[in-house]
């Protein structure tokens, strides 16, 4: 059932599971309990809709380098962040990117303090296999040799250096439209929106929660009692519902130790370069590379480090994703092109807007050409993580002069990259979040190290010359910075003086508090974390559903 708590004239409700939260995570889990004997109240403070009110309750500040505010990665709505996913799948359909974590991921590993998570990833392997499901997406195979043909094949790199990986893609609206009407039909679970959890309550022990708290703007508070309760509210939130916890522990729940919202992490872009082929024809048989239609498929290949260099090394998790484009003064053009239309629709003009003039008068060549091929469904304006299919258009040797190369990376879990209560307060008078994020100089050392090697394996291999874009001697990182992956926060271990969550996703010293979702990721690798964050909530549901038998 759907229930609008504005209209909810109770002050108590009952239920033995509350799930704080309904993106991926939350709604995974609750598909886990839908039509069971199991009651379940789900706590959503957003609508079914977009709304600006319950937005701004996700208002708050950043501290450190150039990241994306709260408020921009942490959708309130019914669906959660599935309702920002802008991959372009086919016409009229948006979704994302998936692929699993890689077993190093799940390992201690020399040289990156912090790293290692209390799972391996044969334990999260069975469940990997049925989040496909969950998510809408082919099957669990992310070998590139059962997505490759004599058409398509992988570069022809030294495996020793550089593998191909593969992203699969989902539909968004089977979070926020199928899986919410699934519960909307179940005689079990019940779903409030507008429904702000502000507060956790324990008993007089401080191990057991007993209820939470729903905050309603102008309306009387009411409370919700379960005998397990969910956090499943986003990288940030989780944290941010713990601390604000603290009439009974003034530290904040699970926050003896003062771990809560440390290691905060997201996966930065970093600007590789370009790629320049040394025989044109190159992007004739690359498609693999791009994100296409394979079967009843929609996957893209990608580029990755072998195993033994990561190790070897001791570096970070990277991906390079290849984008074919033409010159760079006509790529250059259409992202002026792009940036004058935002800018138009967004602000005055700013002091850049000469510059970009410049690029489009200098491409207005290209541009009138590409408008027309647009125009004509030829190909898309300009493909990217967003949109593929330059693979589908024919004679892409003589459209095209250089792979643009876009790096998502895995940062170092810091501790000093957190977030805290702000001494600011949102509408319904709680503390809002302040995130404290700075990028690692070791982290950009490791980056470059690993770029050199991406330049090592295509050289040796003759098919080109990978031009490092570079600052200052040091990768050039995406600004904001982040993906909106939000990870870390609630971080998994054994030791409660270094993590927040058990192997079981509890929070330490509660028996009946458990956190879904990327906070509880000690390491993110470079894969997009939805995949792994509905494994995770699966297997949290066998959990329960064990516990509450």
Not at 95 to 102: I, K, P, S
Not at 416 to 444: F, I, M, Q, Y
Request: glycine share 10%; net charge neutral.
């Amino acid at each position: 059932m759907l229930l609008d708590s504005r209209q909810f004239d109770g002050d108590a409700v009952v239920a033995d599971i509350c799930i704080i939260g309904t993106g991926p995570a939350g709604l995974s889990l609750a598909q886990e309990f839908l039509n069971h004997s199991v009651t379940g109240c789900l706590l959503e403070s957003g609508g079914l809709a977009p709304d600006p009110a319950a937005q701004a309750l996700a208002e708050g500040d950043t501290v450190g380098d150039p990241i994306h505010p709260p408020v921009e990665v942490c959708r309130r709505q019914v669906g959660g962040n599935a309702n920002a996913w802008v991959v372009r799948i086919k016409p009229g359909i948006l979704g994302v990117r998936y692929t699993a974590l890689d077993p190093i991921d799940f390992e201690q590993r020399d040289g990156l303090p912090h790293s290692g998570w209390p799972l391996t990833y044969d334990d999260l392997l069975p469940y990997y296999h049925r989040a496909q499901k969950v998510c809408q997406s082919g099957p669990f195979n992310y070998c590139a040799d059962a997505w490759t043909s004599p058409a398509t094949p992988q570069l022809a790199l030294d495996p020793a250096l550089v593998e191909t990986g593969i992203f699969q893609f989902g539909p968004s609206a089977a979070f926020f439209v199928g899986y919410r009407e699934a519960i909307a039909a179940s005689p079990n679970l019940t779903l409030h929106h507008h429904a702000t959890v502000v507060e956790l309550e324990t008993a007089e022990d401080g191990h057991t929660v007993t209820r939470a708290r729903v905050a309603r703007p102008g309306q009387p508070d009411y409370w919700v009692s379960a005998r397990q309760f969910v956090l499943a509210c986003g990288g940030f939130e989780n944290a941010r519902l713990l601390l604000n916890s603290n009439r009974q522990q003034p530290q904040g729940l699970g926050n003896l130790y003062d771990v809560v919202g440390r290691y905060f992490h997201d996966h930065p872009f970093v600007l590789g370069g370009h790629i320049l082929p040394t025989q044109r024809t190159l992007f004739n048989q690359t498609g693999l590379y791009d994100q296409r239609w394979i079967g009843n498929v929609a996957a893209m290949g990608h580029l990755k480090l072998a195993r033994a260099v990561l190790a070897r090394e001791e570096l970070l998790n990277i991906s390079a994703s290849l984008f074919p484009r033409p010159s760079q003064r006509r790529h250059q053009a259409v992202i002026s092109l792009q940036a004058l239309a935002s800018q138009i629709k967004a602000q005055p003009i700013s002091g850049t807007t000469v510059g970009h003039l410049g690029h489009v008068l200098r491409g207005s060549d290209h541009i009138i050409q590409t408008a027309y091929r647009v125009k004509t469904q030829q190909q898309p304006w300009l493909t990217g993580f967003s949109q593929g299919g330059w693979s589908s258009v024919a004679r892409n040797d003589r459209r095209f002069r250089t792979f643009e190369v876009i790096h998502q990376i895995e940062q170092s879990p810091d501790p000093a990259n957190r977030v805290t209560l702000s001494p600011n307060r949102d509408s319904l008078g709680c503390p809002k979040l302040e995130v404290h994020w700075r990028w690692s100089p070791d982290d950009a050392h490791r980056i470059s190290r690993a770029q050199a090697i991406f330049a090592q394996a295509f050289r040796q291999a003759g098919l080109g010359e990978f031009q490092i874009a570079q600052e200052d001697g040091l990768p050039v990182l995406g600004r904001p910075s982040g993906a909106h992956h939000l990870m870390g926060t609630t971080r998994m271990g054994e030791n409660p003086r270094s993590s927040v969550v058990d192997a079981d996703c509890r929070v330490h010293g509660l028996h009946n508090l458990f956190v879904a979702g990327s906070s509880v990721f000690p390491t993110g690798g470079y894969a997009n974390p939805t995949l792994t964050i509905v494994a995770l909530a699966l297997r949290l549901g066998d959990h329960l559903k064990a516990t509450l038998a």
